[in-house]
């Protein structure tokens, strides 16, 4: 089959001349004839500075591609940095798949590496691949290394939200919070919990679009490199084999990505990734599968924030394969990576190096994860808690519901000592939706008030339609779906309403009759919680985002254009 390439470089017409001309520069003539064109979609940026060493990722996977007759093409992409990026990165993620998506593309183009790390760059990579359908694998940055501080380690994000919770309870200084400062990033390398940067990487692994054994890599480590290099090789067979995203990505990939989520004790934020990437290849997923095939696996995987270690440790300790080696009997036999074989075909040799941080199936950290998924009155379309990040004696629970409109509603009134709260109120806290905020912000882990903090109390039931954080934890019910500025429920509740929450039962209900519920009106202070831009990409992304349990990719977007471009300019 003619390269893909050869519509822009093959003939000896005027067109052909001047696409080889401009792309000679010092080129060899048979660097236009025959030889896969690889593109190196790169996040790497200084404002993203768990990507910002993927410049040195990009040329080992240069060589590799090289080395296997292709031409390697620098294609640097828009980069979402986590903390940087405003009001939140989230917002970004779709722009980020269409621009990568179309210069996919736009470009004379046959494959491509994709090299991502923080939080949205993976994901918004693959909606991207997955939408032009070319041939595609991902390398993944891989995680810092442990940082520590006054002898203890330092989880990346994690303990951010312990050390301020510790300094507003007042058992931690202000001077010492500050010094902790420079311990966190301990090198280059994206979070080293099991933060969503940790947690995309290795489900990209388990869905087949990363060399099994890769993800988790230290980014430090010279492994990398070298699998950056095997990974460019690979990349130009996947060429010659026509290996694209949609002859090999099934149900059953998104099966074993969703085992894996569940065995890692993964980030919810997961959910609506891989629902969006399904979404761009036509494969069936709904949230219910993620209740259905995970939440029965067993963590097997002690990293915070639900756990100990840290994502070095993961590594040391045989990573992702033999945690899947544990499952293996979860897992779907058939379903294929990007080598070409089965994912279950890369188990044999996955030990358990170290089964403190990586248990055995026999002794899980905990013996049903996953994530699960809540339906009711609250949250007719769904609604996610992690469990395992929840504390055990408020999986089930009836509080009074103390309301805030927005974010900005919280932070003025959540420490005023009039507020009446006590232990066994649910937090709730709406208009921070896909639509409401806009971008579904990782605001749901609300910080609890000081007064409560300062009698003892750690956790509380919250409920929210934005997103938590994969380095937080708490008993935390998130996603919820319509969210609030989409017609939910929850824009009616009222404080003093009465909130149960029943993870056992999936329930999250708001305990007021039907006929009054539907009486109510959203109050005009909620209403003007929601989001309302102008222009641009906000106006565009308000317009045509869908909700939670759709994956909170915008309904055009959602499906392939395939790579075909039907015009030329010249
Ligand atoms: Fe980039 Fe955490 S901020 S991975």
Not at 172 to 200: K, P, W, Y
Not at 280 to 294: A, P, S
Not at 454 to 482: F, I, K, N, W
Not at 496 to 519: F, H, K, Q, T, Y
Request: some cysteine.
């Amino acid at each position: 089959m003619p390269l893909r390439s050869a519509q822009w470089y093959g003939g000896q017409d005027r067109n052909a001349y001047i696409h080889r001309a401009w792309m000679r520069r010092g080129a060899p003539a048979d660097a236009f004839t025959g030889r896969p064109q690889i593109a190196i979609a790169n996040t790497a940026s200084d404002l993203t500075p768990c990507n910002a060493h993927l410049d040195e990722v990009a040329r080992s996977v240069r060589d590799g591609v090289h080395e296997a007759g292709g031409i390697p093409l620098d294609l640097p992409v828009v980069s979402l940095g986590e903390t940087n990026v405003r009001p939140t990165a989230m917002l970004w993620r779709n722009m980020a798949a269409m621009a990568t998506e179309e210069m996919l593309r736009a470009n004379p183009l046959d494959g491509v590496v994709l090299l991502g790390g923080c939080d949205k760059t993976i994901p918004s990579l693959l909606m991207a691949a997955a939408s032009v359908d070319l041939p595609a694998v991902v390398v993944p940055g891989g995680p810092m290394l442990t940082g520590t501080f006054r002898g203890t380690p330092l989880g990346c994000g994690t303990d951010v939200w312990r050390l301020s919770e510790e300094v507003r309870a007042g058992t931690l200084s202000q001077e010492q919070f500050t010094r902790s400062e420079s311990s966190m990033i301990r090198s280059r390398g994206h979070c080293n919990t099991m933060g969503t940067a940790s947690t995309m990487a290795l489900v990209a692994e388990a869905l087949g679009t990363v060399v099994p054994g890769v993800a988790g890599t230290p980014a430090p480590d010279s492994r990398l490199l070298e699998a950056a290099h095997g990974t460019g090789r690979l990349a130009v067979e996947l060429v010659s084999d026509d290996r694209r995203p949609s002859t090999f990505l099934t149900k059953g990939s998104f099966h074993n990505a969703i085992v894996a989520l569940a065995a890692i004790g993964g980030s919810t934020n997961a959910v609506v990734h891989l629902l969006a990437i399904a979404g761009r290849l036509g494969v069936e997923l709904t949230l219910d599968d993620f209740d259905r095939i995970g939440s029965r696996v067993p963590v097997l995987v002690d990293l915070q924030p639900a756990g100990r270690f840290l994502m070095e440790d993961f590594h040391r300790a045989g990573g992702l394969l033999a945690v899947l080696r544990e499952v293996a009997d979860l897992l779907d036999p058939r379903a294929l990576t990007v080598t070409g074989r089965p994912l279950v075909d890369h188990l044999d040799d996955a030990p358990i190096w170290d089964p403190e941080v990586i248990r055995t199936r026999a002794r899980p950290l905990v013996e049903e994860g996953g994530i699960a998924v809540l339906r009711g009155s609250l949250a007719p379309d769904g609604a996610l808690i992690k469990p395992a990040a929840a504390s055990p004696h408020l999986l089930r629970h009836r509080g009074r519901a103390v309301v805030f409109d927005s974010i900005e509603d919280f932070h003025a009134r959540v420490d005023d000592p009039d507020l009446d709260v006590d232990a066994d109120s649910v937090l709730v806290l709406r208009g921070c939706g896909p639509k409401g905020y806009p971008g579904m912000p990782e605001v749901a882990n609300m910080p609890l008030p000081t007064k409560l903090l300062e009698q003892g109390v750690r956790d509380m039931v919250r409920v929210c339609d934005g997103r938590m954080s994969g380095t937080a934890y708490g008993t935390v019910v998130l996603h919820v779906a319509p969210e609030a500025a989409a017609g939910g429920p929850l824009a009616l509740v009222r404080t003093g309403d009465v909130i149960s929450l029943d993870v056992e039962a999936r329930r999250i209900d708001l305990e007021v009759p039907a006929a009054e519920l539907a009486a109510r009106t959203p109050s005009r202070a909620t209403v003007e919680g929601f989001a309302d831009p102008r222009r641009g990409w906000q106006r565009l992304y308000v317009d045509h985002v869908q909700q939670a349990d759709k994956g909170a990719d915008l309904d055009f977007l959602v499906g392939s254009s395939g790579s075909q471009v039907t015009r030329e300019s010249h």
